[in-house]
């Protein structure tokens, strides 16, 4: 099975012969292009041309961050499985209110039921979390635009990270501040969100649907709105399990971050958040319907075949929802 590259240090990609070489200072190292589904450039990289045409000949994207840790751009392969008809299907249920609403909807759902799987497991472990648990179970998920749906995520949202000062040590969650992180812990999640955000961007291209035609986030021209739409449902899968791991067990503190307009994380601490993140989503669990075992990584593709068996009416979407 193919896995993502990181490059953490700055370098050259480029192409000699058949070959693609990342190249520094310190080396020259072969990249394994056969074994590679992304590129995650998290450093200062330079893609020679050469390089680049290769990889996308390829079907490899490569996605870049900046200094801080935070999604940049991708260079993007033109899509290798093309399908009119799942095309014209996804842009029918975008245009059509009533089935958009559905998967709006059925994204929010998910989100606010696998929030919540995670505050109850840490209520079994003692942690006062009770009042932020009624507060989001009475968060209903209905309204009559796409508007009314995203106001609701975002109150599920609000509670549950006002709930992480209960079962975090050393850190503090006063809000959710974006651009840029006002503390440390929203630099974390910042991070985190743009990794998933990229692999899920990477799975959606291993798909017949389009990456910029959305039913949560409004499409936009300048992102991938669909990738933000699925990977919203495995934030508290994924992410925020990762950040209470590097937390709780010590792997990132306080000394880890940098702070210039706002916080985030020295490259040696991407590092060892890349690789608990890394082991998360190879870790296999067995899937419920499916009988076998699948990786986190693979829940992600997973979630959008599900959108296009949705879309071209074999079987109703339903997201995912945690089981364990």
């Given amino acids: 099975m193919k896995k993502p590259l990181y490059l953490t240090q700055e370098g050259i990609v480029k192409k000699e012969g058949n070959t693609i070489y990342f190249v520094n200072k310190e080396m020259k190292r072969a990249m394994p292009v056969e074994d590679i589904s992304e590129i995650n450039c998290m450093a200062r990289i330079t893609v020679k041309s050469g390089a680049a045409y290769y990889l996308m000949k390829l079907g490899i994207p490569v996605h870049f961050f900046n200094k801080y840790g935070y999604y940049a751009g991708s260079l993007y392969p033109r899509e290798q499985l ?7 299907k996804q842009v029918e249920h975008y245009l059509d209110n009533e089935k958009r609403m559905y998967i709006a909807k059925e994204i929010v759902g998910g989100i606010k039921d696998n929030v919540l799987k995670n505050l109850k497991y840490y209520r079994k472990r003692g942690k006062d979390v009770d009042e932020y648990i009624s507060k989001i179970e009475d968060v209903e998920v209905e309204g009559q635009s796409v508007m009314d749906i ?22 503090k969650m006063e809000k959710r501040e974006y651009h840029p992180p006002g503390d440390e812990l929203n630099a974390l999640i910042s991070y985190g969100n743009s990794l998933l955000y990229t692999a899920t961007l990477t799975e959606i291209y291993n798909t017949y649907l389009h990456p910029s035609i959305s039913y949560l986030h409004e499409p936009s021209e300048r992102r991938f709105s669909l990738a933000l739409d699925l990977a919203d449902i495995f934030k508290p899968v994924i992410v925020e399990r990762v950040i209470f791991t590097v937390i709780n067990n010590g792997i990132i503190k306080k000394s880890d971050f940098n702070k210039e307009l706002g916080y985030y994380l020295k490259d040696s601490a991407k590092r060892k958040f890349l690789q608990v993140y890394d082991e998360k989503m190879k870790t296999t669990i067995m899937h419920k319907q499916l009988h076998r075992k699948v990786s986190y990584r693979r829940l992600l593709r997973l979630e959008a075949y599900k959108l296009v068996k949705h879309v071209l009416g074999d079987k109703t979407y339903r997201s995912f929802r945690m089981w364990w």
Avoid at 82 to 88: A, E, F, T
Avoid at 150 to 171: C, P
Wanted: charged letters at 15%.
């Fill in 82 to 88: 093309n399908s009119g008809l799942v095309i014209v």
């Fill in 150 to 171: 995203m106001n609701r995520e975002a109150q599920i949202w609000s509670h549950y990270y006002k709930s992480f000062n209960y079962f975090i040590r050393g850190f």
